[in-house]
């Protein structure tokens, strides 16, 4: 994205660029564990002709990662990682610095709680349901990973069911810098029986 912000005479000008900021060389086993910008916004000064020849495919901004372990890194000055072509000045960045916190990738194996909703048919009641796979694997950022204590099911309808069946469903999980790893659904096995208590009601005669 480009702005043509103003003129500055009838040689020079300024430029505002919006470029994408990449981060890389991320080691094998951490990952980005906060909110980080995605792009910057760069404004550069100086002659119109250098600047006209200025593509933003040629403006090309990133993070190097490498060798950092878990912890928060602050990168400064990031306009000392931009290559420009000489002549041409960036007179303002924003954001100016990125803080970058890195964390351990950590799995978890947790326990699968099945949702039901609604009642069955008149008549009848739930005997017992059964979830397969029992549990589940969830990976992500260590620190959030130990408040991960189950996931659910997205919720299956009983309502008027009367007799027992099996659903494949969707696991409902989003996590901020977690997710789930391999398995996105389970096979719910429900098992209805008759009601011992439910009374039909009485036909009056005449």
Known sequence: VVLWFFVMGESRMEVTHVVPLEYESLSEGLMIANEVPTSVSIRISGPRALQMNLSPDDISLSVDLKDLSAGVT????LEESLNIPS?????????SYVDVKLER???RNVPVRVILTGEPAT??????FKVIPEKVTVSGAESE????????????????VQESFSQTVAISYIGNY??????????????????????PPQTEEE
Not at 123 to 128: A, E, P, R, T
Request: aromatic share 4%; glycine share 6%; net charge neutral.
């Open 74 to 77: 602050s990168f400064k000055r």
């Open 87 to 95: 002549g041409l000045k960036i007179t303002r960045i924003s954001p």
């Open 105 to 107: 990738v950590r799995d």
């Open 123 to 128: 008549g009848f009641i739930v005997k017992s």
């Open 145 to 160: 990973l130990k408040g991960v204590s189950e996931v659910v099911t997205e919720g299956i309808d009983l309502t008027h």
């Open 178 to 199: 977690t997710d789930l790893k391999e398995t996105k659904t389970v096979e719910v096995q429900v098992v209805l029986q008759p009601d011992p208590d439910y009374v």
